[in-house]
């Protein structure tokens, strides 16, 4: 549930600690007892990321253990 | 709007509401994320030459994959987590024993909430912060009982979160040694993962709920340190199993204090009020 406004929390934590640069890819850690629906997330990624330095961006998730819900990393967009 | 269930997160207008002057504050304003006009990305100027197609996704893609990589490792509820942790920090600088209710609609918390408030009268100064979706019908009930309450509407939200029991909070003032009961947006899954600054959550479950409703949501009863068991009055008629559901807390809380009483007839309901004042100091 509520992973509208999680997602939201994460743009807008990667967005603060980016700078103002795109980013190309989020990866999350998310543990089995986050109460974390990764598909819900995916559902909504496109649409939370839209104008924001995330527009584009890919989210990935990888299994953790517990109740982790964790933005392990990003990556800046290779600017062309 | 999540997608799974139709429930969402409060992220359109929150309005906390004093029952007792009737004055509304806006405390979450709405529109943090505009449902977008271009939403089918059709106004954006498309490279439709995927090299690597992302799954469900259908955006232009500029990348390289060898762009610069940011370990990062933050919590993505940090910044509920702090808030939380600030009120805490204030709760427990004043002595103020702050508990998070936490039940599904109907199992009686508000009840609860009003007899405990009348059983405590003398005893020990208690506030309430009631969260519900709309109304302040609670917020008023439980003034009626004799309690300064402050009614927070999450409006489509499904949960309380910390920022909002700071508004609250400094709204209310409670005072140095008295109880804070917040009483959550009546919801077994989300109000979980979102941490208030309580001092524990405790959980209400009544016995027309059945037995197997802690395996059902075992988040909640999980994270919750005391279980109340209502409505044991009419535990008979409606064939309410007791120790299957006392088993069932057991095995996904075997640590949590289980208590069985009927908020609307009083019984059993001394064991409840001495936990609150054994928390006194």
């Known amino acids: 549930m509520h992973e509208l406004g999680l997602s939201r929390n994460i743009v807008s934590i990667v967005t603060e600690n980016a700078g103002d640069k795109p980013v190309a890819r989020v990866k999350l850690s998310v543990g089995p007892l986050a109460c ?41 967009r290779e600017m062309a | 709007m999540c997608g799974k269930c139709g429930c969402s997160d409060p992220t359109n207008e929150v309005k906390m509401v004093d029952p007792a002057t009737g004055v509304e504050t806006l405390i979450r304003h ?33 990348h390289g994959p060898n762009g610069e990589v940011i370990s990062l490792e933050q919590a993505v509820l940090s910044k509920n987590d702090q808030i939380a942790a600030r009120n805490r920090g204030w709760f427990e600088g004043r002595g103020v024993l702050a508990l998070n209710l936490v039940s599904s609609p109907g199992s009686g918390k508000t009840t609860l909430l009003e007899r405990t408030i009348r059983e405590l009268k003398g005893k020990r100064a208690i506030y309430v912060i009631e969260g519900d979706q709309m109304t302040s019908n609670d917020a008023e009930r439980v003034r009626d009982a004799g309690a300064k309450a402050l009614q927070i509407n999450t409006g489509a939200g499904c949960h309380l979160e910390a920022d909002m029991i700071a508004d609250a909070v400094e709204q209310l003032n409670p005072e140095p040694g008295s109880i804070l009961m917040i009483e959550n947006v009546g919801n077994l899954v989300c109000p979980s993962m979102f941490d208030l600054g309580e001092r524990m959550k405790v959980a209400v479950i009544s016995t027309t709920e059945g037995e197997d409703k802690p395996l059902k949501y075992p988040h909640m009863f999980r994270a919750a340190e005391v279980v109340l068991i209502n409505k044991m009055d009419i535990a008979e008629v409606v064939e309410f199993d007791e120790d299957a559901c006392r088993s069932n807390i057991a095995e996904v809380n075997p640590r949590a204090t289980v208590l069985s009483l009927s908020a609307k007839t009083g019984q059993n309901f001394e064991p409840w009020i001495n936990k609150l004042v054994e928390h006194r100091q």
């Open chain 1, 36 to 76: 974390v629906e990764t598909t819900a997330l995916q559902f909504c990624w496109d649409i939370v990321t839209q104008d924001s330095l995330l527009t584009g961006a890919s989210l990935e998730i990888e299994e953790a253990e517990g109740d982790t819900f964790l933005i392990k990393e990003f990556e800046y």
């Open chain 2, 30 to 62: 709405g529109g943090l994320v505009q449902a977008d006009d271009h939403s089918n990305g059709h106004h954006h100027d498309h490279d439709h030459h995927h090299h690597q197609p992302h799954e469900g996704e259908d955006k232009p893609h500029v």
